[in-house]
């Protein structure tokens, strides 16, 4: 099977971090493509929208001070994974409204990193099969009466809408 490259761009107002990091990415882990590396400032914020990354390491400092401008040019809800990278250990909604995939304490070992390239490679895959779940949902649908998909502990449950008499969810399932 082959590995979808994750594209990614590192934004640090600190050059030294900024290059130990991208060194970290470029000869540590073969699953990230990187797509350029600059400070927080306009020249890399378009080189984001532009690039279209699927994973910004982000220093902590310079985006708790532009987060209007953050949310106004790529919204509450980026298309792209946050990683908030800092000195002190920060809780992320104490510097920022926008979802964030992880906080990391600088300087970044190496074994964080691969950490969280998993969890990057895993989430990317869940979207993926939630994807194909929906086609599937889609498709049986079109040649079936009404299905609903319900979320169980094992998974998902396909259950003809005519056949369903009461539902009752706990937390994330149905019952």
Known sequence: MVTELINTIVVDDEPDMRKALVY?????CPQVQLLGSGESDQKTWSMIEHQH????????????HQQSDFIIQF????????????????????ITSTPVLDFLTKPIKQR????????????????????????????????LHPMLELPTMQGFDLVSVDRICYCQSQNNYTN
Do not use: A
């Not at 990354?53 to 708790?64: A, E, N, Q, S, T």
């Not at 994974?81 to 992320?92: A, F, T």
């Not at 895993?122 to 040649?143: A, C, I």
């Open 112 to 143: 964080e990193l691969w950490r969280l390239i998993r969890c990057v490679q895993e989430k990317r895959q869940m979207h993926r099969l939630l994807k194909q779940v929906n086609t599937l949902t889609n498709l049986l649908n079109s040649f």
């Open 24 to 28: 970290s990415l470029v000869h540590g």
């Open 75 to 94: 919204g509450e809800m980026p298309p792209f994974e946050v990683v908030l990278m800092g000195n002190d250990r920060l809780e992320p909604d104490e």
């Open 53 to 64: 990354p699927d994973l910004v390491f982000w220093d902590v400092i310079p985006l708790y």
